[in-house]
């Protein structure tokens, strides 16, 4: 089993329209967890972290953590193009001594 | 702005060559890691360090080495390079504290084909 599991994708969305990425892990411990955002042929930009259950808004942007299932998830809202990327889940393990990153899921907005 | 560069974009070797990378941050940060990146594979930790002359193996050390002479910079060496090592390359730092709150910070990749 992998340690940080994602849907490769590709997502395909229409512009407007919320975008829905999760994310599993498989340590209970895990205690931080990102998103980041890589455009085809660049390097991956933060966009969220979390570190306690529940949801975290940012602009369009929301993180929903929940511990007790072991998965994490990033809502985009109001798709844009723009958005059109992969998204790469990491998470931080109990032991704290690494961060594991997910393959990344394709997010495709349509117009 | 945080700014993490890679000294090389893409780099084309033959089999057997000695490869460095050079990584070269300006925040200050003391922690810095060398990933690479491969389809369908993610992100793979190789190395990372905690602070100069500082080193620890990640998950898929072995063919590589790394070097940590001054804060800024820091580099990851092939020591003989092969096919399978071609890859993406990614740098990246990040600020001292618990790694729990590690945000991390990437340079633009170097993509390397060894042939």
């Known amino acids: 089993q992998k340690e940080v599991e994602q849907n490769s994708g590709p997502l395909s969305v229409p512009e407007g329209a919320i975008a829905s990425l999760n994310c599993t892990y498989s340590d209970r411990g895990s205690q931080s967890f990102f998103w980041y955002r890589q455009y085809s042929g660049k390097s991956p930009e933060l966009i969220m972290f979390i570190y306690s259950n529940g949801d975290k808004e940012d602009g369009r942007f929301t993180a929903q953590l929940n511990k007790a299932s072991q998965y994490v998830s990033l809502l985009i809202r109001d798709s844009q193009p723009s958005d059109s990327a992969t998204y790469l889940c990491a998470v931080i393990y109990s032991s704290a001594s690494k961060i594991i990153f997910g393959s990344g899921t394709r997010l495709s907005i349509r117009p | 702005d945080v700014k993490v560069t890679q000294s090389s974009r893409y780099l084309v070797k033959r089999t057997g060559e000695k490869v460095f990378l050079e990584c070269v941050q300006d925040?200050?940060?003391?922690?810095m890691f060398w990933y690479r990146q491969d389809p369908g594979l993610g992100l793979r930790l190789i190395y990372f360090?905690?602070?100069?002359?500082?080193?620890e193996k990640g998950d898929i050390p072995e063919g590589y080495s790394v070097s940590r002479e001054k804060k800024e910079r820091f580099s990851l060496i092939l020591e003989s390079a092969s096919t399978n090592q071609t890859s993406m390359y990614l740098c990246a730092s990040s600020l001292e504290g618990a790694m729990v709150k590690n945000i991390q910070y990437f340079g633009a990749g170097t993509r390397l084909s060894v042939l």
């Open positions: 360090s905690y602070d100069v002359k500082m080193k």
């Open positions: 925040m200050d940060h003391e922690n």
